[in-house]
């Protein structure tokens, strides 16, 4: 498994306690269209991603992050070694 598929794995984990239609999760999977989260529920999520992974998400990448595919690839960016 590639770094990536266990990132978004962890993220699927962690999005399932938020999932309450039990929506099919994939890259294209959006927060706000498919999930149907309000602000409160992205925060929390956020909170819980940034402990799983021991990262910080700015407000400003929180506004530009839309679908889980875009949250995979800024949790793998910010988790490379400097």
Do not use: C, H, Y
């Amino acid at each position: 498994m590639t770094s990536r598929q266990e990132t978004f794995a962890k993220v699927a984990d962690q999005i399932e306690p938020f999932n309450k239609k039990q929506v099919p999760l994939t890259d294209a999977t959006s927060f706000a269209g498919d999930l149907e989260w309000d602000s409160l529920t992205v925060m929390d999520f956020v909170a819980a991603v940034e402990d799983e992974f021991d990262i910080l998400i700015t407000m400003n990448m929180q506004a530009e992050i839309e679908t889980i595919g875009q949250l995979v690839d800024t949790i793998e960016k910010l988790s490379k070694p400097a």
